[in-house]
């Protein structure tokens, strides 16, 4: 399995490169050209529903639309992570060169900083969602912390401050910016502005000021994490879940999201050097790996429904599996659902994975972000760990 995870990951990454990164987001549809002529449909109901047409059809309707391909801030972070977890294994300087020159471009994409004082980034579409509507550029929580990680990580490798400033200085962004107390809940929001209350967001937000505040010993900041991280952990359910967020559209339970919270919540835990958590990560764990996964090594999108098998499901699993979970049942779970995952969602002939396999269709729309930059990380983590295990005395 070791040499088809390798092939795989080698060709995503290529093809990443021979397009320059750029691609197709499941939520791109607002950046049609239709919209040059009628720019107030985005805003109402209409854009709504064009955005869900897009996402859903199994069949790329895009270029129809004038949706042009482009590079994703979120999705170069996902590859520079992958690229750096390459370079750890093999110590090829080519993985590095690559990632360096995708950092210097999310540089230059900084939301404005005139607005926002501090480093973010945000999605390269407008989105209309059933709450908000954010527009192109708007600042996210979740796309600048992987952003942040991103260039932090680079910057221990290479030592450039450059890439370390802004991935620290990301973390005041989402202090002052983000930072939310109402309704008796502490906690960060998604995006500036919106109260609405979701627990990945919220704990990715407290991990990675927490991440700072372990750094540049800033105990504020390390209470602020603390705040957020007992207000989502206050909030799990007694089987060791978590509902999607706090809103009535929100209460569904999900695999990568919860994974996104095991993950965020173990990362908080590590930056400060706590045990405060244990208890409530083995409970979630253990709810995640009994009701998300089938014996073949399927990973189940809802807790009560299979489908849509997704990539973005698998390759969050691995991260769980072996960022939460850690033992060697642990690695051997991700190492199956690698295989289930490459003998079913995997397309030879187009040398990439699909998006979503449902109950009677699939979806096999080639999106950059949502899945081949998730899939190469991934795997590119998964055989970084592999590596240093088979090394003497790792």
Request: proline residues 4%.
């Amino acid at each position: 399995m070791s040499s088809k995870l390798k092939i795989c990951k080698q060709l995503i990454l290529e093809a990443a490169k021979k397009s320059h990164y750029a691609g197709q987001d499941p939520f791109d549809g607002l950046n049609s050209r239709l919209f040059n002529f009628f720019p107030r449909l985005k805003k109402d109901l209409f854009g709504l529903i064009f955005i869900q047409l897009n996402k859903r059809s199994p069949v790329n309707i895009r270029p129809l639309l004038g949706v042009p391909k482009m590079r994703n801030p979120k999705g170069i972070g996902l590859f520079i992570l992958g690229l750096l977890e390459d370079y750890k294994a093999t110590k090829e300087n080519e993985y590095l060169c690559e990632a360096i020159k995708l950092a210097d471009w999310l540089l230059t994409q900084q939301s404005d900083r005139c607005l926002w004082l501090h480093s973010c980034w945000g999605y390269h579409f407008d989105w209309n969602a059933r709450a908000f509507f954010v527009p192109k550029g708007k600042p996210n929580i979740i796309t600048t912390i992987y952003v942040a990680k991103a260039l932090y990580e680079l910057s221990e490798v290479t030592g450039e401050i450059k890439y370390r400033d802004p991935a620290l200085d990301s973390a005041h962004f989402i202090v002052n910016t983000l930072y939310t107390e109402i309704d008796d809940r502490q906690f960060f929001a998604y995006i500036p502005g919106e109260v609405a209350f979701v627990h990945n967001a919220s704990l990715w937000g407290a991990a990675w000021v927490a991440k700072v505040a372990a750094l540049t010993n800033n105990t504020a900041y390390k209470q602020l994490a603390l705040n957020a991280a007992r207000q989502s952990v206050s909030d799990q359910g007694k089987d060791g879940s978590w509902v999607y967020g706090s809103r009535h559209h929100h209460q569904f339970i999900d695999g990568f999201h919860t994974g996104y919270n095991l993950e965020a919540l173990t990362a908080l835990s590590e930056a400060l050097d706590i045990n405060e958590f244990t208890s409530p990560i083995k409970l979630g764990l253990k709810y995640y790996k009994d009701r998300f996964f089938e014996l073949d090594g399927t990973v189940k999108y809802y807790n009560n429904n299979r489908y849509p098998l997704d990539m973005h499901s698998v390759s969050q699993a691995i991260f769980t599996l072996l960022k939460v979970g850690k033992t060697p049942a642990d690695l051997a779970m991700a190492d199956q659902v690698i295989k289930h995952a490459i003998d079913t969602l995997y397309l030879p002939k187009q040398q990439r994975f699909i998006y979503q396999k449902n109950k009677y269709f699939n979806n096999n729309i080639n999106y950059i972000r949502w899945t081949q930059a998730w899939v190469y990380y991934s795997f590119a983590y998964f055989n970084r760990v592999t590596v240093e295990l088979k090394q003497p005395n790792s």
